[in-house]
């Protein structure tokens, strides 16, 4: 089967720096996304690794490791508002597979 | 300013009605999408359209349907709603080329089925 796995909880403080892992299991694999959804809002993208490597946007990184199926989301400078669900997907032909989400909590 | 907006943020239906969903982006996506998201689940794919009239079954389309007679419109139809249809339904939509696989969502239509 297809699937996803991460984390259900994530727990930091402010001005720290977490790491949101991502395992998967697809067939016809693209690359690996990440979104951002705060509580009743909708997700919305920050990144999208095809190849392996880093990608760096602001205070967000993702990684992606094709040949270990495994990608994160690296969060730097962590801030309260960064407080929200964060979800990996998987792209293929057309369509998405999401994870079930990783629920970081920022403490000030 | 990217939009997808979808009919109702709130929807209450008896169990048994047909529930009609509706999702307009107007961006000139070709590919677009339906899903339900709950609790401990994550998005999980009801079905998705790459072009006009075109539609594909996604990982759990029982129970559902769709329409897609224009471009910048998805309808998702519930035939004969269920309580175990109660569910937060997000519409997103997507280029079909480019290369960031970046989905536009919706701000999702809770749907409660009594």
């Known amino acids: 089967g297809q699937s996803l796995e991460q984390p259900s909880e994530v727990t930091a403080v402010e001005g720290a720096i977490v790491q949101i892992n991502c395992t998967y299991q697809t067939s016809g694999f693209y690359g690996l996304s990440w979104y951002q959804q705060h509580d009743g809002g909708a997700p919305t993208f920050l990144s999208y690794n095809a190849l392996d490597g880093l990608e760096e946007t602001g205070r967000f990184s993702s990684f992606l490791s094709r040949s270990d199926s495994y990608g994160y989301l690296l969060l730097q400078e962590l801030q309260m508002k960064d407080s929200a669900s964060y979800f990996c997907a998987a792209s293929g032909t057309y369509k998405y597979i999401f994870g079930t989400g990783t629920r970081l909590k920022v403490l000030a | ?114």
């Not at chain 2, 079905?47 to 224009?70: A, L, Q, T």
């Not at chain 2, 419109?73 to 696989?101: D, H, K, V, W």
């Open chain 2, 1 to 114: 300013d990217v939009k997808v907006t979808q009919s109702s943020r709130y929807l209450v239906k008896r169990t048994g009605e047909k529930v009609f969903l509706e999702c307009v982006q107007d961006m000139d996506h070709e590919n677009m999408f339906w899903y339900r998201q709950d609790p401990g689940l994550g998005l999980r794919l009801i079905y998705f359209s790459y072009d006009v009239k075109m539609k594909e079954k996604g990982d759990i389309p029982e129970g559902y349907s769709v329409s897609r007679e224009k471009k910048e419109r998805f309808s998702l139809i519930l035939e004969s709603a269920s309580t175990n249809q109660t569910s937060m339904y997000l519409c997103a939509s997507s280029p079909r080329t480019g290369e960031t696989y970046e989905q536009y969502f919706g701000p999702g239509t809770r749907l409660t089925v009594t």
